[in-house]
Nanobody, 127 residues
Framework: QAQVVESGGGLVQAGGSLKISCTVS????????MAWFRQAPGKEREPVSC????????DYTDSMRGRFTISRDNAKNVAFLQMSSLRPDDTAMYYC????????????????????WGQGTQVTVSS
């Protein structure tokens, strides 16, 4: 079972930027897609973005497309989420997770396709 640790969250003003990280150990990181999800207080968890094992394909939830950028560095077993033009409604706990199936050609935004979730990193956007 992989260990997944998110980091880099914090408090940022509306319109600002923040880059969060997801470090994975104990697994072949470079053969699995990664995804970011988020959950705000009192709301259901929602998908944010995903990236294939080789970084060649990504996907985003529409409300984040164009503002957020997912990337990964397989040599360092780390994935990133660069967030820009942040809004107060982006405030949430952000989680990353590892795909349950290796070598997937396209990543998915279905939470059920992911295992080995981290504990999350809190992102708070002030107005």
């Amino acid at each position: 079972q992989a260990q997944v640790v998110e980091s880099g969250g914090g408090l940022v003003q509306a319109g600002g930027s923040l880059k969060i990280s997801c470090t994975v150990s104990g697994s072949r990181f470079d053969v699995f897609a990664m995804a970011w999800f988020r959950q705000a207080p009192g709301k259901e968890r929602e998908p944010v973005s995903c990236i294939t094992y080789n970084g060649q394909s990504t996907d985003y939830t529409d409300s984040m497309r164009g503002r957020f950028t997912i990337s990964r560095d397989n040599a360092k077993n780390v994935a990133f989420l660069q967030m820009s033009s942040l809004r107060p409604d982006d405030t949430a706990m952000y989680y990353c997770a590892l795909d349950r199936s290796p070598w997937r050609v396209d990543c998915t935004l279905r939470a059920s396709d992911y295992v080995d979730w981290g504990q999350g990193t809190q992102v708070t956007v002030s107005s």
